[in-house]
């Protein structure tokens, strides 16, 4: 038997997309799984003693008769959609860390259903660029309403003192006036 075969097949995710069952790579990079990390860290220590809760990758958000999801992070505060096999209707927020091979699909189709069933807040992850998307469901769309960008030093220096007080340094998640991140936490040791 071929170990490292058992072991992809073992891992292996699927989402459903359209009515189309589509693989989940298994193989992420440490970058993509430190942001889920340090974003369930956060949220984890804020949600202690509260309704909400989240939940980091690996949990499907069962949405339509054709569109079942696994974000990277989400959290419910209804607990009538916590089932044992997954999270059936919308969460309230979703993070999607974008990869290679699911950029496309997180930004159009994922982020038309997401916005269908009414996520209230949705988040777009990118690794390499250190940007960090924020939409709300406004009018029934999800709408971005703030890019962060965590910008490299080099570029940060080169910034006047005015230019570097008007790039947002924190995020309010929508869903908690108390709630503020910062965007070093979420990048914190990414490379």
Excluded at 24 to 39: A, L, R
């Amino acid at each position: 038997m071929n170990t490292s075969l058992a072991y992809k097949e073992e891992y292996l995710k699927e989402e459903l997309i359209n009515g189309q069952v589509v693989l989940m790579s298994p193989q992420t990079s440490i970058s993509h799984v430190k942001i889920i990390d340090n974003i369930s860290t956060i949220f984890n220590i804020f949600l202690k003693g509260k309704t909400c809760q989240s939940f980091p990758d690996g949990v499907a958000v069962f949405l339509t008769e054709k569109d079942y999801f696994v974000p990277d992070f989400m959290v419910v505060c209804d607990p009538e959609k916590i089932k044992n096999d997954g999270i059936h209707g919308a969460p309230d927020l979703v993070v999607e860390v974008l990869s290679p091979s699911t950029a496309k699909r997180d930004r159009t189709y994922k982020k038309q259903v997401y916005e269908q069933c009414g996520v209230q807040e949705y988040w777009i992850v990118d690794v390499d660029s250190k940007r960090l998307e924020q939409y709300l469901l406004q009018e029934g769309q999800l709408q971005l309403v703030e890019v962060y960008s965590v910008y490299p030093d080099y570029i940060w220096n080169k910034m006047t003192a005015e230019e570097q007080a008007a790039v947002p340094l924190e995020l309010k998640c929508s869903l908690y006036d108390d709630l503020l991140i910062k965007l070093e936490d979420v990048f914190e040791r990414v490379k």
